[in-house]
C-alpha cells in the first residue's frame, strides 16, 4: 500500500495540468512496481481536486475528520 499526499501546485502554475500530470505520473509509477493500493486524502471542500482525482482513476472510499485531540 502507498500514500500519495502534499500535492501542491502554485496558483500562479494552476489550469496547466501539471497537479494531473505529477498524480497520475506517481500512480502509474506504484502500479508499475506493484503496488496495488493507492491511497490519497481531499478535502470535502477541494472539489476540484477530488474530481481531477476522480480522472485519474481514484475513487470515495470513506469520509475522515482531521482535527485537533486534547487529552482530558
Known amino acids: 500500500m502507498a ?4 500535492v501542491y501546485t502554485r496558483r500562479d502554475r494552476r489550469g496547466r495540468g501539471l497537479a494531473s ?3 497520475g505520473g506517481v500512480a502509474a509509477e506504484l502500479g508499475r512496481i506493484g503496488i496495488g493500493t493507492v ?9 476540484r481536486t477530488a474530481r481531477l482525482y476522480e480522472r485519474l482513476g481514484f475513487r470515495a472510499y ?6 485537533r485531540a486534547e487529552r482530558l
Do not use: D, Y
Not at 491511497?39 to 472539489?47: G, K, P, T
Not at 470513506?62 to 482535527?67: A, I, P, Q, T, V
Open 3 to 6: 500514500a500519495i499526499g502534499n
Open 21 to 23: 500530470q505529477v498524480t
Open 39 to 47: 491511497a490519497l486524502n481531499v478535502r470535502r471542500s477541494a472539489e
Open 62 to 67: 470513506c469520509l475522515f475528520w482531521e482535527g
